[in-house]
Structures are given as C-alpha cells and as structure tokens.
C-alpha cells in the first residue's frame, strides 16, 4: 500500500484547509485509516482514525474543529480542518492499516505540512 498525504500549507488563524491521503497497491484491504501529526520538539500525537464502515475516533482536543471522512471507491481519506489554530501548525501523516488472512500491517504517508499564522 502506498499512501499520498496532499492538501497542507500555509493558512491564518481562524481559517481551513483540506488534507487528503490517496491510497493505492492493495488498497482493497484497507481497515483503518488516519491521521496523526507531529509539531516541531513534540511526540506524534493522534488526531483521528476512521474505519472502512465509516466510524470515527478524534482527539478529545480537536472535536469539533476537525473533521475525517473517507471516500471507499477512491481509496482516498480526508481531514477537514477548521478554526485552525497556531498550535495546529504539525506535519501531519496518514496512515492506512492492512489486514491479509489475520496479519495487520500499518503503512504511512510521507506527511505534508500545516502551518498557521497568528
């Protein structure tokens, strides 16, 4: 499976941005998918998962503002982001678990960077 992670920049406070995450190789068996991000001299954290049935996990810190959701027939997720914030400014990464006959495998994007100005 590769992933693609599009869609981040440069953005003011108060505004939006779309990420994507296009998957393709053995998409089909695909389970969960997400995002987590990582700001500059802090850990990974995670910001939201969805799974292929369309259930979906945030942060308790980003409920509200951001929003995932998953288009199957595209193999290719989104995160919606608004009111963004500075301390939204991160890498953010996607990542796609796969399931073959019982072993799950956990592949990343390369991330694309989010920064918001104040």
């Known amino acids: 499976v590769q992933l693609q992670a599009s869609g981040g920049g440069l953005v003011q406070a108060g505004g939006s941005l779309r990420l994507s995450c296009a998957a393709s190789?053995?998409?089909?068996?695909?389970?969960?998918m997400g995002w987590h991000r990582q700001a500059p001299g802090k850990q990974r954290e995670l910001v939201a998962t969805?799974?292929?049935?369309?259930?979906?996990t945030y942060s308790d810190s980003l409920k509200g503002r951001f929003t995932i959701s998953r288009d199957n027939a595209k193999n290719t997720m989104y995160l919606q982001m608004n009111s963004l914030k500075p301390e939204d400014t991160a890498v953010y990464y996607c990542?796609?678990?796969?399931?073959?006959?019982?072993?799950?495998?956990?592949?990343w994007g390369q991330g694309t960077q989010v920064t918001v100005s104040s």
């Open positions: 990542y796609a678990n796969r399931a073959i006959r019982g072993t799950s495998t956990t592949f």
């Open positions: 190789g053995s998409a089909s068996s695909i389970t969960v």
């Open positions: 969805i799974t292929t049935g369309g259930s979906t």
